[in-house]
DNA sequence: CATCCTGCCATAACAGCGCTATGCATGCTT
DNA sequence: AAGCATGCATAGCGCTGTTATGGCAGGATG
């Protein structure tokens, strides 16, 4: 069973993969702390070395889930229908972004903890998923430029912006820091901070629709 | 020594305190990985015990590290001297909190992890030390509706909205997915997202003043 | 003053973790 | 058919967080 494609019958993915899937399982389904090598290696009914043999430890096994989880985004992402209103497709890019999120909260949070393991300076930032997700942030505001709703600007840098403001809500939310008592309910926070972003960006700001509220940012 | 403030002189701190500073420090200077109780406990000269009497486990005592820290970042933020101008008040405020996060990013990095460990709804939501530092960006923003430079609106909601951008780009930046390959330079993101922001909030968009470049946003 | 009692800490141990060395079985190559 | 390379199971190492145990000090009580 070295590089066949199969072990019984003729429909069994790799072990790389059924690796990668148990442990997005696990880490959904029972969060970080049972994402172990041991249970992992009983989950696909082998033993803890073929994540040594297969990724070389469990800190490049993550980084193959994280590259998963960025795949899946990308797919999410690349589900959004545009429209013929480029800020509108930048809002339904937020929507799915958040909810993909707030779907699978671990995979999240494993995507983005680059410095938990101590020293490496930037370890997990070459993850080439990662860019066909931003991409496709990169070209819904490259269209909101050019077609002269957003002002003039370096599209790359503007949707920097909002994945920085999208990302740091995100990361808020999924840490629970939005306690009643102190914060507005999420929802609203989310969709005031997009309005934020798009009046910022605009190059007419009436042309930003504000969603049903008779104010725009409170 | 029970419950006496000193051990041989008399100017000694109580042990929690000194684990509390330990543990601040050993993450700071060697990474979360080097936090171990037994390290710690080495550190302070007595034995692991110590954690468990005084804190209950691991986890209650990064919590505490934790409103360590937030007490730390709302002495920073205190530091930042109002002016006559209170978008500019909130421009410094931003500086002094991303200034803080990088001079310690391991300590900023748990102070927001909560869904790391695994499976408490919202375990260490209830940090008060952190209400003094989100306090003083809501005080700016409230003075900054109040003279009229911002929209009306609920000053808690524009301040949450703040917060979140703040935190995504920290975050980012902290991780170290700023590649320059793919991204503009931190500080220039940096900047440019606190202009979309106020932009995105003023009263009058002509009143924020744009730093240096010849484009607002771009 | 003697005694008890309460709280704190050092020691030792336990289960579990990531990881590695070793040996065996398998499939490909020659 | 013999040799070789590869991948996995086993067993073990050092380390982790945590807990049970025991001793020792200081304050309360007679």
Redesign the pocket.
Same mark, same amino acid.
Not at 1 to 4: A, D, G, K, V
Not at 45 to 54: D, F, L, R, W
């Given at each position: *069973? =070295? /590089?066949?494609p199969a072990d019984s019958p003729g429909h069994e993915p790799p072990?790389r993969a059924r690796l990668i899937e148990a442990a997005a399982r696990l880490l959904a389904e029972q969060g970080p702390g049972? +994402? =172990?090598?041991?249970?992992l290696?009983a989950e696909v009914? =082998? /033993?803890? *070395? #073929? #994540?040594? =043999?297969?990724f070389?430890?469990?800190?490049q +096994?993550l980084t193959a889930v994280a590259r998963e989880g960025f795949t899946r985004l990308a797919a999410h992402l690349a589900e959004v229908a545009p429209t013929d209103d480029p800020v509108i497709d930048l809002g339904n890019l937020a929507l799915a972004y958040r909810a993909n999120a707030l779907a699978n909260p671990h995979l999240y949070a494993v995507m983005f903890s680059a410095l938990t393991g101590g020293r490496e300076p930037s370890a997990n930032a070459e993850i080439p998923e990662a860019r066909r997700s931003f991409d496709a942030i990169v070209a819904a505001t490259r269209r909101a430029i050019e077609s002269g709703r957003f002002r003039p600007a370096d599209p790359t840098l503007v949707a920097t912006q909002l994945w920085s403001a999208l990302h740091g809500f995100v990361m808020l939310e999924l840490a629970g820091r939005f306690v009643p008592s102190m914060h507005a309910d999420p929802e609203h926070v989310f969709t005031t901070l997009l309005v934020t972003m798009a009046l910022g960006l605009a190059e007419d700001p009436t042309s930003i629709t504000r969603p049903s509220g008779p104010e725009g940012s409170g």
């Open positions: *069973m =070295t /590089s066949r072990i049972a +994402l =172990t090598t041991r249970r290696a009914g =082998t /033993s803890t *070395m #073929v #994540v040594y =043999t297969h070389g430890g469990k800190q +096994l």
